[in-house]
T-cell receptor, first 110, second 116 residues
């Protein structure tokens, strides 16, 4: 079992819809989680950090963490074609290493 | 944007030659990391540094060495490049390593390395 798992996608949503990206993790001791956005040919860019159970909102983005279910999600409201990218979920394991999921490719259709 | 500069941005070289990639930061962050990113494998940690002259191995360290003589510079060396090391290499920095309330890592623009 991979330490951080994501559906690879592609996930396709129409412009204006809500995109929901999901991630599960296996290390129950993990405490800190991050979402990165990576455009094709570019480097990962941090878009959200979440450290405690519940929701954290930043503009059109909402990160959700459920430690009991070992589940992290990212919601993108009012999706735009410019949101089309690969989204990477990452979490620090108990050994202090940042573990990345394989990424979910999101396509927002005009 | 975090002040991270990777050089070179692109390099093509031949099997068996030595290659050095440089990562330079202006943030004075303690931790620096080298990753490679390949289709089907995602981001994989090669080596990391937790201070000047302090380094440790990641999950794919074979064939790579690193050095950190100054806080701002972290070098990745392929002593004798092989075709399997063709990849995109990213440097990342963070203020603090894993644990509660850990700081995220910020990435440089990457180096695209092709070994023929």
């Amino acid at each position: 079992q991979k330490e951080v798992e994501q559906n690879s996608g592609p996930l396709s949503v129409p412009e204006g819809a809500i995109a929901s990206l999901n991630c599960t993790y296996s290390d129950r001791g993990s405490q800190s989680f991050f979402w990165y956005r990576q455009y094709s040919g570019k480097s990962p860019e941090l878009i959200m950090s979440i450290y405690s159970n519940g929701d954290k909102e930043d503009g059109r983005f909402t990160a959700q963490l459920n430690k009991a279910s070992q589940y992290v999600s990212l919601l993108i409201r009012d999706s735009q074609p410019s949101d089309s990218a690969t989204y990477l979920c990452a979490g620090y394991n108990q050994g202090g290493k940042l573990i990345f999921g394989q990424g979910t490719e999101l396509s927002v259709k005009p | 944007d975090a002040g991270i500069t990777q050089s070179p941005r692109h390099k093509v070289t031949e099997t068996g030659t030595p290659v050095t990639l440089r990562c330079h930061q202006t943030e004075n962050h303690r931790y620096m990391y080298w990753y490679r990113q390949d289709p089907g494998h995602g981001l994989r940690l090669i080596h990391y540094s937790y201070g000047v002259k302090d380094t440790d191995k990641g999950e794919v360290s074979d064939g790579y060495s690193v050095s950190r003589s100054k806080t701002e510079d972290f070098l990745l060396t392929l002593e004798s490049a092989t075709s399997s090391q063709t990849s995109v290499y990213f440097c990342a920095i963070s203020e603090r390593k894993g644990g509660g309330g850990s700081q995220p890592q910020h990435f440089g623009d990457g180096t695209r390395l092709s070994i023929l």
